[in-house]
T-cell receptor
Framework: SQTIHQWPATLVQPVGSPLSLECTVEGTSNPNLYWYRQAAGRGLQLLFYSIGIDQISSEVPQNLSASRPQDRQFILSSKKLLLSDSGFYLC???????????FGPGTRLTVL | AQTVTQSQPEMSVQEAETVTLSCTYDTSESNYYLFWYKQPPSRQMILVIRQEAYKQQNATENRFSVNFQKAAKSFSLKISDSQLGDTAMYFCAFMRGFGNEKLTFGTGTRLTIIP
């Protein structure tokens, strides 16, 4: 069965510092991968999605970027964090065709 | 671009009653998938039910069932015999078909089951 790992679970960073959140999927190959951000009590905002290595679509042109160095690894980065980057970040995966879908446990990011 | 609309920000219902959460979507795609996800206070996303657009039969998972109206682009979730553990945020989601599976969520409905 497929498993998705996401770390760290909690992160507190100062404004202007860099960010790197990592997501790894096990038990499948060539998954679609997604990064979402969720403000407290709000919906899921799609940030990036990738249907393959070197195929990353950006939905929100902010100071965030995403990379997919390996088939099952998806990284969310920032060179300089803003206060508005605080939130709950979720990584998700699907199989091509939508046959399965899962979420990571999330990362709670606080920017001070 | 596809959009997903959940028009009920909050709902509450007595335990053991039936509740229906609404979801509408807008797309020009003919091949797609629809999902309902539950997010309890732990914030872990839990799949409730999944529907393939090409299937006319409504999906059912135990106490959870959907009313999928493709022409009306409607995908409502019915929870029967509601339980206290059903208290959570519920998100409707749309995913495009094979080849470009962008996955978009609605804004959610906060459901409270009253004992």
């Amino acid at each position: 069965s497929q498993t998705i790992h996401q770390w760290p679970a909690t992160l507190v960073q100062p404004v202007g510092s860099p960010l790197s959140l990592e997501c790894t999927v096990e038990g499948t190959s060539n998954p679609n991968l997604y990064w979402y951000r969720q403000a407290a009590g709000r919906g899921l905002q799609l940030l990036f999605y990738s249907i393959g290595i070197d195929q990353i679509s950006s939905e929100v042109p902010q100071n965030l970027s995403a990379s997919r160095p390996q088939d099952r690894q998806f990284i969310l980065s920032s060179k300089k964090l803003l206060l508005s980057d605080s939130g709950f970040y979720l990584c998700a995966w699907t199989l091509p065709g939508g046959a399965a879908l899962g979420f990571g446990p999330g990362t709670r990011l606080t920017v001070l | 671009a596809q959009t997903v609309t959940q028009s009920q920000p909050e709902m509450s219902v007595q335990e053991a009653e039936t509740v229906t959460l609404s979801c509408t979507y807008d797309t020009s795609e003919s091949n797609y998938y629809l999902f309902w996800y539950k997010q309890p206070p732990s914030r872990q996303m839990i799949l409730v039910i999944r529907q393939e657009a090409y299937k006319q039969q409504n999906a059912t998972e135990n106490r959870f069932s959907v009313n999928f109206q493709k022409a009306a682009k409607s995908f409502s979730l019915k929870i029967s015999d509601s339980q206290l553990g059903d208290t959570a945020m519920y998100f409707c989601a749309f995913m495009r078909g094979f080849g470009n599976e962008k996955l978009t969520f609605g804004t959610g409905t906060r459901l409270t089951i009253i004992p």
